[in-house]
């Protein structure tokens, strides 16, 4: 079974152009993140712990004891971080495009998350623009012209935004994983204890959003996982190359066990960890 978690902004609409072809080998659960899509928008925290509790209570509810989750931008920290908390219902981990790897993020995200950017929102993310630009999309469609699936990601996100309490749930979002800096949660001390997961690494080679280069440094500080870059790609390889990305998760799934989890494996792990921490200290 999958667990399909989608970006920031998104909805499990995101996945919807490698359904067809996933759906032959696999049960697939894609639900909307809280304060996303259709799901509610309370207020109340917006972190990645919050969500992966979430999502373990949605696969409790649904029967579902595990899962492979694959997780896109800030869908794949959501996923790193069920891995972390619930490892006992995580049987592979795919990341793709992910967030959480490193500092570096687009710079308009780093914007965004200044102190009144969600007082400034509303001037440029609007129904009325929404709207508007909903009919160019219509006019183009009638004439036989498409957008990039890149660019239709990117505007299905900017018209879920001008939704207020969307608005307000993104903003809480945003701020609970990237600050002026850049990108301000990472797990990069926590991948050690993925080494028992299957992972898979998914990224675009063009991505400018989140770059490239946090799957390289991912890949080697986690060796026992599959690194795949999709050249030509922006930050959406499911919807730029749906073929060429079902294909590799249907082979990362038939190529690979699932993990089993061990209570005295993780605690041993962590155990470790400290101790050479120590050491290195010494």
Avoid at 107 to 130: D, H, I, K, N
Avoid at 266 to 280: A, I, K, T
Wanted: proline share 5%; aromatic share 8%; glycine share 8%.
């Amino acid at each position: 079974m999958l667990l399909l978690i989608h970006g920031m902004a998104g909805s499990s609409m995101q996945w919807r152009h490698v359904f067809p072809r996933l759906a032959e080998h696999f049960t697939l659960i894609a639900p909307d993140l809280l304060g996303h899509g259709e799901s509610d928008k309370p207020p109340g925290e917006y972190n990645l712990s919050a969500h992966a509790n979430v999502l373990r209570d949605l696969l409790a509810a649904l029967g579902h004891e595990r899962a492979t989750l694959v997780g896109q931008s800030y869908g794949g920290g959501v996923v790193m971080q069920f891995a972390y908390q619930s490892p006992e219902h995580c049987e592979r981990i795919a990341l793709v495009s992910s967030g959480g790897l490193g500092r570096e993020v687009n710079p308009l995200l780093r914007g965004l998350s200044l102190p009144g950017a969600e007082q400034l929102f509303p001037l440029v993310c609007s129904p009325f623009l929404r709207d508007a630009g909903a009919r160019v999309a219509e006019i183009l469609s009638s004439f036989n012209l498409r957008t990039t699936p890149t660019v239709e990601e990117i505007w299905r996100s900017y018209a879920a935004l001008a939704d207020q309490d969307t608005r307000r749930a993104f903003f809480r979002t945003l701020r609970a994983v990237v600050d002026h800096r850049g990108q301000s949660v990472s797990a990069a001390d926590r991948l050690y204890l993925t080494e028992h997961i299957p992972t898979l690494i998914v990224w675009g080679s063009d991505d400018n959003i989140i770059p490239v280069d946090h799957a390289f440094d991912t890949q080697r500080a986690l060796p026992s996982s599959r690194l795949e870059v999709f050249e030509g790609v922006g930050h959406f390889p499911h919807c730029e190359k749906p073929e060429q990305f079902a294909e590799t998760m249907l082979d990362f799934m038939t190529s690979t066990e699932a993990a089993e989890f061990s209570t005295r494996h993780f605690s041993q792990m962590l155990r470790d960890r400290v101790e050479n921490r120590e050491h290195d200290a010494a």
